[in-house]
Nanobody
Framework: QVQLVESGGGLVQPGGSLRLSCAAS????????MGWHRQAPGKQRELVAT???????TYADSVKGRFSISRDNAANTAYLQMNSLKPEDTAVYYC????????????WGQGTQVTVSS
């Protein structure tokens, strides 16, 4: 069993920044992939960014150059630094995890709300 707990969401003005954190605990695979998904009302869920145990970050085109994913393997924690936020970034952000060779995201956090509005 793996638990993922997100924190750091909130209300921010357009152009502002937020940093999301995700703390993982439980039976964590030594080699894994952590990611951030988001879902806005009425829209499909979107994979925003991923990072493996070895690094190798990937980003959705919609956030490239504005968001940065990182992780602290010793602390089993992932981060999503979000800069130059836009109203269209408003969504519930979910931390996710899967085994390195797994095709599907097997573990999900409860989600944290990010609202970008003036």
């Amino acid at each position: 069993q793996v638990q993922l707990v997100e924190s750091g969401g909130g209300l921010v003005q357009p152009g502002g920044s937020l940093r999301l954190s995700c703390a993982a605990s439980g039976s964590i695979s030594s080699i894994n992939v952590m990611g951030w998904h988001r879902q806005a009302p009425g829209k499909q869920r979107e994979l925003v960014a991923t990072i493996t145990t070895y690094g190798n970050p990937t980003y959705a085109d919609s956030v490239k150059g504005r968001f940065s994913i990182s992780r602290d393997n010793a602390a089993n924690t992932a981060y999503l630094q979000m800069n130059s936020l836009k109203p269209e970034d408003t969504a519930v952000y979910y931390c996710t995890m899967k085994g390195y060779f797994s095709g599907s995201w097997t573990h999900w956090g409860q989600g944290t709300q990010v609202t970008v509005s003036s």
